[in-house]
């Protein structure tokens, strides 16, 4: 998967309590983004980074906090994690941010 | 709001038929499509771009893309049973900047 690694693969949690996904790349690419992916809704942008410490919000931000302190690594945190946050969470990458992006195998997160 | 559009499906072919799946999108600065395969439980794998009008090929995937009437398409031949998967249709403005929106994906089904 282009040299992406998300973790965990699989995580439950309680309502209420922080969680951080963690996407390190060994592609060197500048642009990195995080998905989520749930039935009837598709895919859909979270946030965004163009750069180290640079980073945009996606059409789906609330709730949700990222940081790129590194160029290989990409965090997202879930504050206080809520049940509407159960999904399947994709981390990808592109080089340019002009074509196409590169996934990873994705992190399934249940919030209970 | 852009939205890109396609039939859920599923959609079933025999093997040996020609897959066609479709896709409308909303915005007419769209610059850059995309064409993502994804199998249950996997990642989304990119398998397809176009930028200009016309045809582009590749293997047994025809991509087409129409910016007049806003649509694109993916046909594959010779589908065969490894074709089954979800197909995601993704668009993108001209700046680096933009998000890539994707539709909700067509679920294909070649039968042997």
């Known amino acids: 998967d282009a040299g992406i690694t998300q973790s965990p693969r699989h995580k439950v949690t309680e309502t209420g309590t922080p969680v951080t996904l963690r996407c390190h790349q060994t592609e060197n690419h500048r642009y990195m983004y995080w998905y989520r992916q749930d039935p009837g809704h598709g895919l859909r942008l979270i946030h965004y980074s163009y750069g180290v410490k640079d980073t945009d919000k996606g059409e789906v931000s609330d709730g949700y906090s990222v940081s790129r302190s590194k160029t290989e690594d990409f965090l997202l945190t879930l504050e206080s994690a809520t049940s509407s946050q159960t999904s399947v969470y994709f981390c990808a990458i592109s080089e340019s941010g002009f074509g196409g992006l590169h996934f990873g195998n994705g992190t399934r997160l249940t919030v209970t | ?112």
């Open chain 2, 1 to 112: 709001q852009k939205e890109v559009e396609q039939n859920s499906g599923p959609l079933s072919v025999p093997e040996g038929a020609i897959a066609s799946l479709n896709c409308t999108y909303s915005d007419r600065g769209s610059q850059s499509f995309f064409w993502y395969r994804q199998y249950s439980g996997k990642s989304p794998e990119l398998i397809m771009s176009i930028y200009s009008n016309g045809d582009k090929e590749d293997g047994r995937f025809t991509a087409q893309l129409n910016k007049a009437s806003q649509y694109v398409s993916l046909l594959i031949r010779d589908s065969q049973p490894s074709d089954s998967a979800t197909y995601l249709c993704a668009v993108k403005g001209d700046n680096a900047g933009n998000m890539l929106t994707f539709g909700g994906g067509t679920r294909l089904m070649v039968k042997p």
